[in-house]
């Protein structure tokens, strides 16, 4: 089957093209390399021993995108492409509206016209606002603090809407918690342009002296040592759980909904602590005030993914910091280098 892959060249995006590829899929990436590079996707390619296809396009290009979809007739789209950053959304906010939610729209249209129903779509734990409870299920209300998670939110509604208007529709949302980690051969991996502002890339700068030190934000959390809690799951688990996802946009119509988290915690100090004993490097920090709009704590209960879609996280916080090791060492200015 040929799956049309968007936003293929990114983090999560290249992980789950080249699970695509091994699980003996075809794989159009369609990408417009706004916070990606190239070399990402002929490095999948060398990983799976097969290539890919790519169209360098943007979804603010209605026409391009219902021509790429026309030609290529997928039977489904994993929609990974967007603006990630919370911080960036809120001085840019009209960007994020735009690139997000009328790419997302775009996209949409062109696979009406196009008579193609089936969608996966990147969703996030920011759709939860502050959780009330933790660990978090689907069902938990919906709120968000930032731009950035307005755009989910609302293409979250959307998809709901479309489905509900018409059974050809199939779609899977899936909430992200924190995805960390790279493919085990350390030949890709997540890449930010400037300064990161997640925790593990910023640690892995650190610990190959890109960055002086890592700052906490916040140590007097209601949490075991007072730094915030955080769901980290390993891009591969990710991955996989796309797969998983397929199987059931190609079974089903309508929409679910699952989270993809691991269900436990981990603190930033434990994460920091996990980084020196796989790297053997120290890793300077020091607690500075809150960053605003984080939460003390988020961890998924990841039950429903289990339930329904057979799928579960099967890698620990050591398996993703090793592996994101592997990548930051070998690959300390990214795919630059
Ligand atoms: P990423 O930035 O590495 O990948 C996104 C890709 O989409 C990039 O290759 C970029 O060039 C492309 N893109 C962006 N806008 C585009 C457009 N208008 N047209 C064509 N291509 C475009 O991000 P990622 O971490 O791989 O995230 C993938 C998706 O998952 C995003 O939708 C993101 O919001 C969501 N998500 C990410 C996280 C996370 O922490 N990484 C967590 C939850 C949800
Ligand atoms: C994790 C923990 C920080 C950096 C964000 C988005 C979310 C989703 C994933 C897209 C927190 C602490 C961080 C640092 C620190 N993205 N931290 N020093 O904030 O849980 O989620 O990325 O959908 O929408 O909000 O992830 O990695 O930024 O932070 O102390 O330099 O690390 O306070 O407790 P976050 P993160």
Partial sequence: MRILVTGGAGYIGSHTALALLN?????????????????????????????LQVIEADLGDPQTIKRALA????????????????GESHSQP??????????????????????????????????YGVPDEVPVKEDHSLSTTNPYGRTKLVGEQLLADLAASDV???FAVLRY??????????????DPRGTPSNL??????????????????????????????????????????HLAALEWVLQHSGIGVWNLGTG?????????????QVSGQRIPRRIVARRQGDVSSSYADPA??????????????REMIEDHWRWQSRNPMGYGG
């Fill in 23 to 51: 699980s003996g899929h075809d794989v159009t990436v369609l990408d417009n390399f706004s916070n990606s590079v190239p070399e990402a996707i002929c490095r999948v390619s060398e990983l799976a021993g097969r290539r």
């Fill in 71 to 86: 030609r290529t007739r997928p039977a489904a789209v994993i929609h990974f492409a967007g603006l990630k950053s919370v």
């Fill in 94 to 127: 009209l960007r994020y509206f735009s690139n997000n939610l009328s790419g997302t729209l775009n996209l949409l249209n062109a696979m009406q016209e196009t008579d193609l129903g089936r969608l996966i779509f990147s969703s996030s734990a920011t759709v």
């Fill in 168 to 170: 050809r529709w199939s």
């Fill in 177 to 190: 918690f924190n995805p960390v980690g790279s493919h085990p051969s350390g030949r890709i991996g997540e």
């Fill in 200 to 241: 593990v890339p910023y640690v892995g700068r650190v610990a190959v002296g890109r960055e002086p030190l890592v700052n906490i934000f916040g140590g007097d959390y209601p949490t075991p040592d007072g730094t915030g809690v955080r769901d980290y799951i390993h891009v591969e688990d990710l991955a996989a759980g």
């Fill in 264 to 276: 436990q915690g981990h603190s930033v100090l434990e994460v920091i602590r996990m980084y020196e």
């Fill in 304 to 317: 429903k993914a289990e339930r329904e879609l057979g799928w579960t996280a099967r890698q620990g916080l």
